[in-house]
């Protein structure tokens, strides 16, 4: 069956520039998951979704980063003025049941985020 | 900041070397998951131990969990040139909250 899927898998932004990455989860998952991770780094928790509800947004770095999950399938983050330091890819995680940290997690291919 | 520390950063081998991979929590945690991404790939999931002590076999991997759920193991015997990439472990914090390690990156030499 399909995956997780993203799209784009690689943007290029100018600094300033709105930039909006979609995630495309597992069918029927409840649980979706927004990371970003830094080259060599591992991911880091941005935010997540139970069905439509953003239940935890705790791990967003600004208020320029919005996410939103309006029928919860589809998930766009969206990031507003990028700044350099936004460079990173941003992975799309779901899992089939609600969230209490056992449900195993499924990884988009993630989409590769440079701004210039 | 991550919670999850890993060691070592990188680790080279030599084909049909053993390797290991450790986790260590700041904070006891329910289960700890372990996941491979190879490079230019996207984590994929391994395995998940739960239990205080659980040891768990996949082939040519061991996975070990601390007695007191705060650290954790990975071992790989006779590496092979397929299990290049990195390892990272993770482990639930708040609840919906996944902590991953920095991960080890795993380079095998044939």
């Known amino acids: 069956g399909a995956g997780v899927s993203q799209s784009p898998r690689y943007k290029v932004a100018k600094r300033g520039q709105d930039v909006a990455l979609r995630c495309d989860p597992i069918s029927g998952h409840v649980s979706l998951f927004w990371y970003q991770q830094a080259l060599g780094q591992g991911p880091e928790f941005l935010t997540y979704?139970?069905?439509?509800?953003?239940?935890?947004k705790s791990g967003l770095p600004s208020d320029r980063f919005f996410a939103e999950r309006p029928e919860g399938s589809v998930s766009t983050l969206k990031i507003q003025r990028t700044q350099q330091e936004d460079s990173a890819v941003y992975l799309c995680a779901s899992s089939l049941e609600v969230a209490g940290g056992q449900e195993t997690q499924y990884f988009g291919p993630g989409t590769r985020l440079l701004v210039l | 900041g991550q919670q999850v520390m890993q060691i070592p950063q990188y680790q080279h081998v030599q084909e049909g070397e053993d390797f290991t991979t450790y986790c260590n929590s700041s904070t006891t945690l329910s289960n700890i998951q372990w996941y491979k991404q190879r490079p230019g790939g996207h984590p994929v999931f391994l395995i998940q131990l739960v239990k205080s002590g659980e040891v768990k076999k996949q082939k040519r991997l061991t996975f070990q969990f601390g007695e007191a759920k705060k650290n954790s193991s990975l071992h790989i015997t006779a590496t092979q040139t397929t299990d290049v990439g990195t390892y990272f472990c993770a482990g639930p914090y708040n609840n919906n909250d996944m902590r991953f390690g920095a991960g080890t990156r795993l380079t095998v030499k044939p």
């Open positions: 979704f139970q069905n439509e509800a953003q239940l935890d």
